[in-house]
């Protein structure tokens, strides 16, 4: 952040009038319409499939519980090169169309999928288990004892959702659409493929294209200002409202049975983004892959596959373990100096990963290139590159990427535990470190697993800052689509995808079990 702080300082006034007179409304606009697109979506598809697999039983849930957190794995800019290839003018749809109805190119009308209203849909296809992984979890931790209670008073079963199990999962379903939202933003490849103008590509262009790294900065500030305000919105609007345990008869919800045309409209409701986010585009992948010339059991993809895990593996258990310090600090030590670090900590999620690479790539150059002067005039040896030639930097761009994902996703549970089993584990002896391990851990591991897993595809899927800051010669499967993408080689960016997708469906199913279980949270509050 000081280094791009340090490049938009040295940009010339004239820079920024020329970006304010011409592209930075354009820019802004553009931005702030995709912002409520996904917003709107993500919130609608995530926090009600979420709901209905977790509050009530029709034919399928068992499937489509596991099913909606599938579009997870995707890459955005995947899902972009797919329904373009299938939608477009010379694509399966409008081809079948025209063969059925003998219609010319100028004959009928069709969305345009290269448009913000396309790109949106992208998004929300793959950021909405965002919301409905953090939404299902926090209805699964739902007591009876507050919805009998409404339900006792004269609510129905959708009235009493409005007014006690979307409350208390409020603070789950924001935080995961901050996630989207901030995705969204900071996206470049999906908008760069679709040839929308946002603020990243603004930036891209400005840094890379143009060398202009002042104007670039500048344009990343406004960035990070738009991310402040949303993190600060987010959380004034939330206040000090917490969710505690309501009652001593702490028991799940029975779920409700429905039937007719009740049973159908759910169905319909969860297995539509099902459809839509990952059982097509993975028939279509399939297809476009099967034509190409990749060897999956080639030494260079499995070279491939092995980069990708050892990236995501490592930056996962670092962001989360971090994150989990940063969240423990604020919840045991609460003062400015505890909030000031987590908010800035959310910051990077916003903040593009190519203006991340640069911003840490100066100065731990520079490191590197006086530590390696010092070794020289010492002792007559080179130490080489020891931060920027290996997956150090790449790993701290990740952290600093994702840092606020794996914050959101820990606080949300965090959120839920009264502050009184703190202060009864201090009168029975427990310091921080004590009340972290007994409490806190047995009863968040679910948040802690699903921050893992968040971060993980996250890696899994990051483009920018990993074809910045790679080694040399350390190319992942991200890389390796984008390359061929680039291109026009779609089917064989078809092959990398599909193993990206792979890669990270395993965590998603493992975490859709973890979460199926019953909990007993009288249980386990009552053991620690």
């Known amino acids: 952040m000081i280094a791009v702080a340090l490049a938009a300082a040295t940009g010339t006034t004239d820079s920024l009038r020329h970006l304010a007179d011409t592209v930075l409304l354009r820019y802004s606009l553009t931005t702030a319409s995709l912002v409520v697109i996904v917003a709107i979506g993500t919130a609608i ?26 579009p997870f794995a995707f890459p955005a800019y995947v899902m972009g090169y797919v329904y373009t290839d299938f939608l477009d003018h010379p694509g ?34 793959v950021l909405y288990p965002y919301v409905y992984l953090l939404a299902r979890s926090a209805f699964l931790r739902e007591s009876a004892t507050a919805n009998l209670a409404a339900r006792s008073l004269g609510r129905g079963s959708v009235s009493a959702f409005f007014s006690v199990s979307l409350p208390i999962a409020r603070p789950a379903i924001a935080g995961g659409m901050l996630l989207a939202i901030m995705e969204t933003i900071a996206d470049y490849g999906t908008v760069s493929y679709f040839g929308i103008q946002t603020f990243a590509t603004g ?66 409701f969860c297995a539509v983004p099902v459809f839509f986010g990952f059982v097509l585009p993975v028939i279509l992948l399939v297809e476009m892959g ?49 909030r000031a670090a987590s908010s800035i900590a959310r910051i990077g999620y916003a903040v593009p990963g190519g203006v991340i690479a640069v911003g840490l790539l100066v100065p731990f150059a520079a490191l590197d290139n006086g530590i390696d002067s010092l070794a020289e005039s010492w002792f007559g040896v080179s130490t080489g590159l020891i931060f920027t030639g290996t997956v150090t930097v790449l790993v701290l761009a990740y952290m600093v990427r994702f840092m606020a994902a794996a914050l959101n996703t820990y606080d949300s549970g965090l959120d839920t535990l009264n502050t009184s089993l703190d202060a009864a584990s201090r009168t029975l002896g427990s310091n921080s470190g004590g009340i972290l391990y007994r409490v806190h851990w047995p009863i968040l591991k679910t948040s802690v697993f699903t921050a893992l897993l968040i971060v993980f595809v996250d890696v899994m899927k990051e483009l920018p800052a990993t074809l910045i800051m790679r080694p040399f010669n350390y190319d992942t499967l991200a890389v390796q689509a984008h390359r061929l993408a680039s291109d026009e080689r779609l089917a064989g960016a078809a092959v990398p995808s599909l193993v990206i997708v792979l890669i990270g469906l395993i965590p998603v199913i493992l975490l859709c ?16």
């Not at 926090?47 to 957190?69: K, N, Q, Y």
């Not at 219609?103 to 929300?124: C, L």
């Not at 060398?211 to 738009?226: E, N, P, S, T, W």
Request: aromatic fraction near 10%.
């Open 45 to 70: 598809v995530g926090t009600g499939a979420a709901w209905l697999v977790t509050m009530t039983h029709f034919p399928g849930r068992g499937a489509l519980e596991i099913m909606l957190a599938l």
């Open 92 to 125: 399966a749809v409008q081809t079948l169309l025209r063969n059925v109805t003998g219609w010319g190119p100028r004959d009928y009308w069709f969305p345009e999928i290269r448009s913000i209203g396309g790109a949106g849909a992208m998004f929300i296809v």
């Open 203 to 268: 930036i891209y262009t400005s840094w890379f294209s143009f060398a202009d790294r002042g104007g670039a900065a500048q344009l990343a500030f406004c960035l990070l200002i738009f991310a402040l305000f949303l993190a600060t919105l987010e959380r004034t609007q939330r206040g000090a409202a917490r969710s505690h345990s309501a009652g001593k008869r702490e028991v799940r919800m029975p779920r409700a049975r429905l039937s007719g045309w009740r049973s159908a409209g759910a169905f319909l």
């Open 290 to 338: 099967l034509g190409s010339e990749q060897n999956l059991l080639s030494r260079r993809y499995l070279g491939f596959i092995r980069n990708s895990l050892v990236l995501a593996s490592i930056a996962a258990v670092v962001t989360v373990t971090l994150a989990v310090t940063i969240a423990s600090y604020k919840r045991f030590c609460p003062g400015k100096t505890a």
């Open 513 to 528: 079990r973890q979460l199926a279980r019953p909990v007993d949270v009288k249980q386990e509050h009552h053991n620690h």
